[in-house]
């Protein structure tokens, strides 16, 4: 069922589970189809119109369009028929058919318009083009009308040509009398009733190969009874609807015309009359898809068309009855599958009857089928179609011949010499079209056979399955015996017969036994199935190589999760079947054999395998054991329910990996048919999942890589569910068996249950079905005893070939046996096995518990007389002689199982004995000797004296390394026999194991508590040492020194660990003392005399040098970050509908851009350029990861890196290389200034020189003017590091002065680059100094050394001594000097100016290295103007009493050395001054919005100079932390204004801060405060006098700037889609095909639009560089991903959105609801804001501004 997001919306939908996804090619929307869905469940509009009665429409009203309709589209077909030309034999006719179809838009889409119309109008459209009469009318009465016949005779050519007819009986179209003008039509159904289907080839698609093409129709059998001649009946066109379609299809469905049809099915009456109409034509339908070029298109259109028609049950139900829909369908897709026969090379190739598809056609490959099959499990779903199919013993029949042609298809041949040339790669093609022809239509109907009444259906199935099984055997000439080195992964005739089993057994109470038929045909149906498993562990262990890779692909697409239910599963339980009817021991040395290791099971030491290389024995060894105890621990189809199904599945998946919820939903194998029960998502799902496992939110890597939300096994389920059966069952790579091994180890240690290595836990199953309990027998058979038996002698003395993990199946298998072994019989009765009396030598009886303790005293075997047993050594000595692998060695033993199983074979198939005889033994002479290596068989007797308990005992032994380290249990507590389920035993290694099963095995009888006891009183020998021979030797040696490299190993890497540990804390902040860091910069102890720095390319270490300078490496970029901070705390909201907008006018940078500009108005420009700082937009901002390198050293490395072949991340052209050391991007290096790092010897003596002397020296220092150094490498490197942190950012971020190229303009520039990195510094500590020293940034910063090269540039620039602002800022002028100055414009008034800047300024035109003293002056008397700005600025806010009554409170306050001191006094003093203008006249209406209205109380006069003050301060402290190197002190908030002060030197040192803290006491005027004010508010006055409204603008500086954001995002995902997909872009009004929304100012933009190029440069980069400088940071809504611009380059950067359960969409793939993640999203924020991007991800591509 699918909505359309309208109806979806505005339904409601809460606990549903459900997807969204943008239909690429339409489709109908199913809101107020009472067929498809609840009435409650439509939506509002939709609700209202099914319950209100609707009026009639006016007669009239239709009239015309009833009369001009049929004669439109009469004119639209015989355009349609005019433009028809067959195509030529071989040149695609798609353009004619194009321009046609062009032509004729404007016509369809006016239908279609019609359609949209409503109701009325759709029931005329249906008169129209249902009513016979018109049609007849109008075709027939052609009259003399040439046009019209010429139109006419092309339409019967194109009915010819469609080889809807027999090509051999011509007479059947014979064009009537013109007169009559109708024309008949033969449309075949393909059922060929009276014959083969070969005729069904149209004429135009004769076999090339004709004389194999009789061979390969010879066995189609077709139904041929009565009711398939209905299909073939002679079919005329009677309608517009029929002969519209005609022509839809003709044309291979155009979008357009399948959009009308679609639009029309709302009216019921249409609706009938079109799928009637469509079933007609359907074999028509599939010819033309079968040729088209285009057939993807084509399906994705055909399948639009009928899912709407054949989704309706009721409708489905009345064209099977009408049409024979069902008849056509099979018909037609057998018809399909008939073109690509070839005949089967299975089993006899010369005689094969079987015809198999041949996968590499296109009709397989390409999928073509599937629109077909598709429809066809449509209709299935609906139980009374369904019903008519099983009951339907003719459709039966076909449809088994239909199954019958993928039996055996893509046979696989090993290739044992060459390596295969050309690796094909149709498998996947076999594999689709079993599951999608075969398996599908199977669960289909297998969802109908769920209760009792549908036993007849199955018996049904089985029967003709059977039928089609024993076909298939005589076809390939099948007796008992595979041909070897051939393997089909393809049976789906045994599946179905699998499947329909297990369902009569599980649901419908049928007795198996009823339905299974004789042995010998069980004998033939358990071949093939096991063939395949033996073939599985071959690929597995490499005998396939020669294949090439893609039979590993067949290996693992046969158990992978979307197949394994409908292959591996169903082969298993067919096994199962077979084993439980059949005689275990044929059934057990039909295994063995099968994966060829019987001659391995030999208790001689040495063998010859005459069909296995000796390395692969061990890897076949493990597999058949290891199918063994899947074979019998399986319990899928035997009696568990689904939701136990459910749970072993989730839990096995979990156990190999933690999985996230989307790939378990992957993972887990459904019922491929939607309809049948358990539906991913469903209930049973969830809960399941949360009993089994909990939820991992998503983590964030500090590494950058985003975790997705995962759920990982509860404890419990690993202490009692892990089930490594259920885990190797079900993995597709190998190494998935051994990630659950190690999650389980994990496990266990951490839990403290078993420190060791655990082996596979034993896992109790759930209880067999009672049809099933045969399967048992296997265990307690004389063959499975036997082999154990010799397998744990042949561990126990070291044979070659045997690992732990046989070892761990061995035990497996005999713990099986005793879980499951019958009540113990008193004395079994000893079976003798006819003239093989082996046996009787071995085991008395089939109970594995009595034959426990069975000791068996003498084996005979035969072996070469090389062998050691001849030399009569003891058995427990027997070395395994090099050469034993080369001679042959069969055993009488081994013998028998051979023997044995052919002997059960004849016997069963009842021939004579001594024909039995003569066809046995030549097999089985030349299968065991292999020619050429014959040497003499001897036959010696070996002494065992051993019993299975016995062996297990010493084998527990030999594990533990101990002697008699067995010990009974039960002799010290007796409870552990009537309790047997102990913790302690169920993990563990093979010494647990040992210890369970001997428990086991003495509770199970008296006997045998009775033996282990006595055998364990035996003080056992010790096991004599090995014989060792000079082959083992070298083994031995080679595993020592594989122990020694290991170690060594070991012992590197933990070193190399250590080191990387102290590197990561030098260079990666992981919380060390500052002084530890040997590539400190900033931290030298004070008795250094030189800074030693280490270059990271030679390693060598020494001072920077002028000849020899070495430089910081760092990243240069421009930043905007700054630029977005706003006055406000709440981040504004991306907008998500219209009315919502951003306006960026209250941004930090907008707000400075205005005041430049203000500025520049009225103000010299020079001086402009003085009194602010830029910056705060395209900023330059340095950043260094703290390592340092000769800068010859570098130049080497970038040439080194430029001659590098390798596809680097980054452009070397552009200077840009990643650190040597620690890999950090970077693209210059800054030069470390020679000399002391600090100058600390020069602020220990504090402040012997008073203030005035310190002002005068300052002056002086910064008159002298700055030469340039001379020439020297470190000059030069100084220049060209400018001139990179120039060229960082763009010309208009650099240029502001109204005279181009102006110094004054480079002067700017420095000094602002400096502000910028301090500001961004106070940015990254949170926006305070509050935290202190202790923040990171400090710690790889490079301010001092990139102080100390803008100081030397700024230098070069000396200020002209008459406008220095320190003049101004310390002397008094003499009044005169104004008068000069009133032509050109006047300087800006030093209140005006941004006292930040002037600090810099006045810093960096000092001399550097710079005395601390001095650092301290500049700071106090700037301090001085900075509180004049916050008196003014105050003044300016508060009204007009406020003002005159602190004018007097302050003016009584006239002591001057008081009032200096004092806020109020110079507060009234400035008041007063200032009131002298202009600027606090003209308060009219629109000063009252300024003022603010609250009471100004001492308190919050306080509060507010300190908030004035606290900017500068902060900047303050945190250069003089850089220049001189001072710790900042830590403080609570509220006291961050007097710490700060008193660490600048501001406070006096005896200042006591007991009373509440005045800033006034921070005042050190360095003339006579009130002189200096009246000084400088008589500037403001001159310019108010003017201009009043801008000089108070101008005053009241915004200064308190909140932290930068990224924009607020909505909760759900879906409201962003919503509003941005359809959403128009401002520039080229078009609905962009890729929008994206900037995440820092919200601008909609057309990511890779060429609409929106602006000289080659794609909006996203524009914009990129318009809004961040160079970075930015969109969503791009069609993916809900995250997107990172960075300069030239761009990295996907991942979702900040996720579904419930925690993972991503990207591309809204599988269309979840997704809700924001905020921790995700402080993390983008957070590397957007410390200019991280660059460091954290690491995928970045260039872009070549295409985005």
Same mark, same amino acid.
């Given at each position: ?1497 001492? $308190? #919050?006069?306080? @509060? ?5 003050? !606290? %900017?500068?301060?902060?900047? =303050?402290?945190?250069?003089?932390? *850089? ?74 500086? $915004? #200064?308190?700037? @909140? ?5 607020? !995002? %909505?909760?759900?995902?879906? =409201?962003?889609?919503?509003?941005? *997909? ?85 591309? !809204? ?39």
């Amino acid at each position: 069922m699918s909505l359309c997001a309208e109806c979806f919306h505005q339904g409601d939908h809460t606990g549903h589970d459900f997807n969204m996804f943008r239909s690429q090619a339409g489709g109908a929307c199913d809101c107020g189809d009472s067929n498809v869905m609840r009435e409650s469940g439509f939506c509002r509009r939709h609700q209202i119109k099914s319950s209100s009665n609707i009026p009639c429409v006016p007669k009239d009203l239709l009239m015309m369009s009833e009369f001009v309709l049929p004669r439109f589209i009469l004119c639209l077909i015989q355009y349609l028929r005019e433009g028809y030309n067959e195509p030529a034999a071989d040149v695609p006719s798609e353009k004619d058919l194009n321009k046609v179809l062009q032509l004729l838009e404007p016509q369809i889409s006016f239908l279609e318009d019609l359609t949209k119309m409503g109701g009325a109008m759709r029931s005329v459209l249906t008169q129209v083009l249902t009513n016979q009469q018109n049609y007849k009318d109008l075709t027939s009465d052609l009259g003399e009308n040439a046009c019209a016949k010429k139109s006419h005779e092309k339409y019967l050519i194109a009915l010819k040509s469609s080889g809807l007819t027999y090509p051999e009986d011509k007479l059947v179209y014979g064009i009537q009398e013109p007169s009559a003008g109708t024309s008949t039509l033969a449309v075949q159904g393909f059922a060929g009733a009276t014959g083969t289907l070969g005729q069904l080839d149209s004429s135009d698609e004769e076999d090339q190969d004709g004389s194999q093409g009789l061979g390969k129709r010879k066995r189609v059998k077709l139904s041929s009874s009565a009711k398939d001649q209905s299909i073939m009946d002679v079919l005329k066109h009677k309608s517009f609807l029929e002969e519209l379609l005609f022509w839809t299809i003709k044309y291979e469905f155009p979008q357009k015309m399948v959009t009308f049809l679609l639009n029309m099915l709302p009216d019921q009456e249409y609706k009938v009359a079109f799928t009637k109409t469509f079933v007609q034509h359907y074999a028509f339908i599939m010819k033309t898809l079968k040729k088209s070029h285009e057939s993807d298109t084509m399906s994705n259109r055909i399948v639009h068309i009928s899912v709407q028609l054949f989704s309706n049950e009721e409708l489905a139900r009345q064209v099977t009855e009408e049409c024979q829909l069902l008849d056509i369908m099979v018909t037609v897709l057998l018809y399909m599958m008939e073109s690509c026969l070839i005949k089967s090379e299975l089993q006899d190739e010369e005689n094969s009857l079987h015809v198999v598809v041949n996968c590499g056609e296109a009709l397989l490959k390409n999928n073509t089928y599937w629109p077909l099959v598709s429809d066809f499990i449509n209709i299935l779903s609906h139980q009374s179609v369904a019903k008519k199919f099983l009951e339907d013993h003719g459709l039966l029949v076909t449809w088994m011949n239909f199954v019958s042609f993928f039996q055996g298809m893509n046979l696989n041949k090993r290739e044992l010499n060459e390596h295969v040339e050309f690796e094909s790669q149709t498998y996947y093609a076999a594999f689709a079209a079993e599951l999608e022809a075969c398996a599908q239509p199977m669960w289909g109907l297998l969802s109908h056979c769920k209760v009792r009444e549908t036993q007849e259906y199955t018996r049904n199935v089985v029967r003709y399955c059977l039928e089609a099984l024993q076909d298939w055997f005589d076809a390939i000439n099948f007796v008992d015996e595979p041909a070897p080195n051939q393997v089909t992964f393809h049976l789906p005739l045994h599946r179905y017969y699998a499947m329909f089993l297990s369902k009569a057994v599980k649901c419908q109470e049928l007795d198996l036994d009823s339905i299974l038929p004789d042995q010998e045909m069980l004998m033939k149906l358990m071949i093939h199935p096991l063939q395949i498993q033996a073939s599985l562990a071959e690929i597995h262990s490499n005998m396939w190589v020669r294949n090439g890779l893609q039979i590993k692909g067949q290996a693992m697409t046969y158990v992978q999760s979307h197949f394994c239910n409908s292959m591996i599963d169903p082969d298993i339980y067919l096994l199962q079947v077979c084993a439980s009817r059949l005689d275990p021991d044929y059934f057990i040395s039909s295994v063995f054999e099968r994966f060829k290791v019987v001659d391995l099971l030999t208790m001689a030491s040495q063998h010859q395998n005459t069909v296995l290389d000796a390395e692969h024995e061990r890897s076949m060894l493990e597999g058949a054991l290891t199918f063994l105890v899947i074979l019998l621990s399986l319990r899928l189809h035997l009696g568990m329910s689904d939701d136990e199904i459910l749970r072993a599945e989730m839990v096995a998946q979990l156990c190999m990996n933690d999985r996230t919820h989307s790939s378990l939903l992957d993972l887990i194998p459904e019922n491929p048919n939607p309809k049948s029960g358990i539906i991913p998502g469903s209930y049973s799902f969830e809960s399941v999942l949360s009993a089994v496992a909990d939820f991992k939110a998503p983590v964030f890597e500090p590494g950058g890589s985003m975790q997705q939300g995962m759920y990982t096994p509860k404890a419990e389920v690993w202490d009692q569910e892990f089930d490594p059966v259920m885990v190797i069952l079900r993995t597709v790579y190998r190494r998935d068996v051994q990630s659950a091994m190690d999650r389980y180890t994990a496990f266990l240690k951490q839990s403290g249950k078993f420190p060791g290595n655990p082996w596979p836990p034993y896992k109790k199953r759930t209880a067999l079905h009672s049809s099933y309990k045969g399967l048992m027998r296997l265990l307690h058979c004389k063959t499975l005893h036997i082999v154990l038996f010799t397998l744990l002698y042949k561990i126990l003395n070291d044979h070659q070939n045997l690992s732990e993990h046989v070892l761990c199946m061995v035990l497996y298998l005999i713990e099986l046996g005793l879980e499951n072994s019958a009540d113990e019989e008193s004395d079994e009765e000893t079976s003798v096995c006819g003239p093989e009396r082996c046996h009787d030598s071995w085991f008395p009886g089939s109970n594995l518990v009595s034959n426990m303790r069975h000791f068996i005293n003498y084996v005979r075997v035969r072996v070469p007389e090389t062998a050691p047993e001849v030399k009569r050594d003891s058995p427990a000595s027997t070395s395994s002689d090099s050469l034993g692998s080369l001679q042959n060695s069969g055993t009488a033993q081994v013998f028998s199982l051979v023997a044995e199983r052919r002997k059960k074979f004849q016997e069963i198939i009842n021939r004579s004995s001594n024909e039995a005889n003569q066809v046995v033994r030549p097999k089985t002479s030349n299968k065991w000797s292999a020619p050429g290596s014959v040497p003499q068989l001897t036959t010696a007797i070996l002494e065992i004296k051993e019993s299975i308990l016995s062996l297990l005992i010493k084998l527990h032994h030999k594990l533990s390394g101990k002697q008699n380290s067995y010990y009974p249990p039960w002799l010290d507590d007796i409870e552990i026999l009537i309790q047997p389920e102990i913790p302690k035993y169920s993990h563990g290694d093979g010494i647990t194991a040992v210890e369970r099963i001997l428990l086991k095995a003495a509770l199970q009888s008296r006997m045998n508590k009775r033996i282990i006891e006595e055998i364990c009183r035996k003080v056992t020998p010790p096991v004599p040492p090995k014989k060792v021979t000079t082959a083992e030797k070298k083994t031995l040696d080679k595993e020592e020194r594989r122990q020694k490299a290991r170690e060594r190993q070991q012992k590197l890497l933990a070193e190399f660990a250590s080191r990387q540990k102290s590197f990561m804390e030098t260079a990666m902040d992981v919380d060390s003392p500052e002084n530890d860091i040997p590539m400190e910069i900033t931290t030298a102890e004070p008795q250094l005399s030189e800074a030693v720095y280490d270059c990271v390319i030679c390693g060598q270490s020494g001072p920077s040098s002028e000849d020899r300078p070495t430089g910081l490496v760092v990243l240069l970029q421009a930043s905007s970050v700054l630029g977005q901070c706003r006055d406000n705390l709440e981040p504004k909201k991306l907008p998500i509908t219209e009315e919502e907008q951003i306006y960026p006018w209250d941004t930090c940078a907008a707000v400075h851009d205005v005041r430049l500009s203000l500025l520049q108005r009225y103000f010299k420009d020079s001086s402009c350029l003085l009194a602010v700082s830029i910056g705060w937009e395209g900023g330059v901002y340095v950043q260094t990861c703290g390592h340092t390198l000769h800068i010859d050293c570098h130049k080497s490395y970038m040439e080194s890196l430029r001659n590098d072949q390798v596809l680097q991340g980054f452009s070397v052209d552009k200077g840009e290389f990643t650190c040597p050391l620690c890999r950090q991007f970077a693209n210059s290096v800054l030069p470390c200034y020679p000399g002391s790092n600090m100058e600390n010897n020069l602020w220990q003596r504090h402040s012997n020189k008073s203030i005035p002397d310190l002002i005068k020296e300052v002056e002086e220092l910064q008159g002298r003017p700055g030469a340039f150094p001379s020439e020297t490498n470190l000059s030069k490197e100084m220049e060209s590091v400018m001139k990179d942190i120039k060229n960082t950012t763009q010309k208009k971020y650099r240029d502001y002065s109204k005279t181009p190229g102006s110094p004054d303009n480079d002067f700017l520039f420095m000094y602002s680059v400096a502000r910028t990195n301090l500001e961004l510094e106070l940015i990254h500590r949170g926006g305070n100094l509050c935290s202190g020293g202790a923040s990171t940034a400090g710690k790889r910063s490079c301010l001092n050394q990139l102080f100390h090269v803008l100081a030397l540039h700024m230098r070069l620039y000396s200020i002209d001594s008459e406008f220095n602002p320190w003049r101004k800022l310390t002397q008094l002028e003499e009044m005169n000097s104004q008068l000069g100055n009133e032509e050109q414009q006047p300087e800006v008034p030093i209140l005006y100016h941004d006292v930040t800047s002037l600090l810099l300024i006045q810093i960096l035109m000092m001399p550097q290295p710079l005395h601390k003293d001095h650092f301290t002056c500049i700071v106090k008397v700037l301090f001085t103007l900075l509180y004049t700005q916050a008196l003014a600025a105050l003044s300016v806010k508060c009204n007009e009493e406020d003002r005159s009554a602190w004018k007097h409170t302050g003016a009584l306050k006239k002591n001057p050395c008081d009032a200096e001191k004092s806020y109020k006094g110079l507060l009234s003093f400035v008041i007063s001054e200032l009131s002298k203008g202009k600027l606090y006249h003209e308060e009219g209406a629109q000063e009252c919005a300024m003022v603010s209205p609250i009471a100004w109380s001492p $308190e #919050s006069m306080e @509060k507010y100079l300190q908030d004035f003050c !606290l %900017p500068f301060l902060r900047i =303050t402290s945190l250069l003089q932390h *850089h220049l001189f190197g001072e710790d900042l002190p830590s403080c609570q908030e509220e006291e961050e204004f007097s710490v700060l002060s008193s660490c600048l030197g501001l406070l006096p040192t005896f200042y006591q801060t007991e009373h509440p803290f005045i800033s006034a006491s921070c005042l050190d005027w360095p003339v006579p405060a009130f002189d200096i004010i009246a000084q400088w508010c008589s500037e403001i006055n001159s310019f108010t006098e003017r201009h009043a409204e801008q000089g108070k603008a101008l005053l009241i500086q $915004e #200064s308190r700037w @909140k932290l930068p954001h990224l924009l607020q !995002l %909505p909760e759900n995902y879906n =409201t962003i889609f919503q509003y941005y *997909h359809r959403k128009t872009c401002s520039v080229c009004t078009k609905v962009p095909k890729d929008p994206a929304v900037c995440l820092v100012c919200g601008t909609f933009v057309c990511l890779k639009g060429l609409c929106c190029k602006q000289q080659s440069y794609c909006e996203c980069v524009l914009h990129s560089q318009n809004c961040g400088a160079g970075t930015g940071i969109f969503l791009l809504i069609n993916a809900s991903v995250i997107i990172i611009i960075r300069g030239h380059r761009f990295c996907l950067w991942g979702s900040v959105y996720l579904d419930a359960h925690g993972e991503e969409d990207r591309d !809204l793939r599988r269309g979840k609801p997704l809700y924001i993640c905020k921790e995700r999203y402080k993390v983008l924020e957070q590397q957007w804001i410390s200019h991280t991007f660059d460091h954290i991800n690491k995928r970045w591509g260039p872009h070549y501004n295409g985005l």
